[in-house]
């Protein structure tokens, strides 16, 4: 008799990332990477990576990268913590915060790695519908639960929450955690970094997937209070973070200015295509992500057909979901062919 998993494990559904094709020829706008590569500063720095440091552990504290990262926001390198992708930081946080009998409340739709993380702890989950159009519903009293995450702006619509809607939140329930996901804020139109000064049950997740063109490389980060950040120091794996990952990341952070140019270009290839679907009749959300969530009453169909044209977009087969798609905001010439290949059709 083969020895079985625990119950956890033995009912758990994994989280299914987007469609990776090893084979080429595909336009890929179904994973919300950068269409665009790495800084100048990154790629050097990747040629300059030193062979003999392979052999060597990373610094494990990621020192010079926290330093680096706290010059973005007003606080102490005590309030960063660089995870193996933002991924890991929210594993991490849900672990330290989140036990058996305790519970976490999220809104429907929202990044679905979410309530799997939650199932892996054994966590009770209670989910809030999301407006129509993405909107905060009026929640009950968020006291009750130990921890509330919410993705902003928050995909697949891509709905941008200002500092004041989730202010409103985090003093109705002191004593709840509040993670805020902020993987594609540098798309967005401000930022929820100032509540972590305010309020000390608050805390910033972001990711170098998105805004940075280092998918690749797995690297994110937390900013909260130093007791926060502490919490996740005493879990995480002893060298959690690799010596290239660190090294690019610095780069990255010194690069703000091309990173920067690159959000400014992609926000207007956002505003493109949103205009061009609605033209073409789609129900377009506002985003301020790198995507748009589009529906046309059968994302399904839509998926199939782009697909055996060689554009893959993202499919979700949930009942909010299945009348659309998720479309990264990939170059304008990828952009041009995947509007041809819906004229065409």
Known sequence: MSVKPTKIVQSLKPYVPGEQPQDGGFIKLNTNENPYPPAPEVIEAFRQAMPERLRLYPDPLCVELRTLLVERHKGSVSQIFVGNGSDEVLRLLFQAYLGAGDAVAMVNPTYSLYPVIAAQLGVRTKIFELGPDGEMPDFPALSSFKVFIIASPNPPYGTFYPEETLERLIKSAPSTLFIIDEAYVDFASGDATALVARYSNVVICRSYSKAFSLAGVRLGYAFGTEDIIENLFKLKDSYNVDYLSQTLGCAAVRAQAYYAGLAVRIREDRAFLTTELRRLGFKVYDSQGNFIFAENGDGGALY???????????????????????????????LEALLKALRDK
Request: aromatic share 6%; net charge positive; hydrophobic share 30%.
């Open 304 to 334: 199939e057909s782009l697909k055996k044209k060689m554009i893959l977009v993202r499919y979700f087969d949930t009942p909010r979901l299945r009348t659309g798609v998720r479309i990264t905001i990939g170059t304008r010439k990828e």
